[in-house]
């Protein structure tokens, strides 16, 4: 993961659990995992023109993944019964799927046990991240699917905190070299 501390100002990210799905020297792509967007599924079902009976899984929360291809949907999720048309696994059992078949079947009842549902993703540029690092913009924790999928939205960028170990407070605004 990705979190956001303090010094990150932009509303888009504060307070913000990223959960990184690709890093390499071309740059970095995540979804912030604990920010609901204004939809629902319910929403986006009718979008698709998707039927659903469930009014559990209508009202499940969209999530904002981030600012860039807002128009664009991901569903970040468990193993699932069976392969995506376009899906890509991003850590141990956790996949990152775009193509619609994943919706008909959390529709129907039928998709992966654990999912979320996000409009938009964080994306940097080549080095932007490192540096953003490097300005103390960010924590990184080990991801894990009872925290990214963990009903209480709200709680998770402490959960994920927790692992750390250590208070926020003692953290440095600044960096510098010994």
């Not at 619609?100 to 994306?123: R, T």
């Not at 991801?143 to 208070?167: C, K, S, V, Y």
């Amino acid at each position: 993961y990705l979190l956001a501390t303090p010094a990150v100002k932009d509303p888009l990210f504060a307070s913000s659990l990223v959960y990184m799905c690709e890093h390499n020297a071309e740059g970095s792509m995540g979804l912030v995992v604990n920010h609901r967007s204004e939809q629902n599924l319910e929403a986006v079902f009718e979008q698709r023109e998707i039927d659903c009976d469930d009014e559990n899984i209508r009202q499940t929360p969209v999530f904002l993944g981030g600012p860039v291809q807002l128009q664009q949907g991901f569903v970040l999720h468990d193993a699932a019964p069976r392969k995506y048309e376009q899906s890509l696994q991003v850590g141990d059992d956790m996949h990152l799927t775009t193509s619609l078949d994943i919706l008909q079947d959390i529709a129907q009842g039928k998709g992966p046990a654990h999912f979320l549902v996000a409009l938009g993703y964080a994306g940097w540029a080549a080095g932007q991240l490192e540096q953003e690092l490097q300005d103390n913009a960010w924590l990184t924790a080990p991801a894990r699917p009872e925290i990214t999928f963990h009903p209480d939205i709200d709680a998770r960028w402490q959960l994920a905190f927790d692992q750390l170990g250590f208070d926020l407070d003692s953290l440095s605004p600044t960096t510098g070299s010994a």
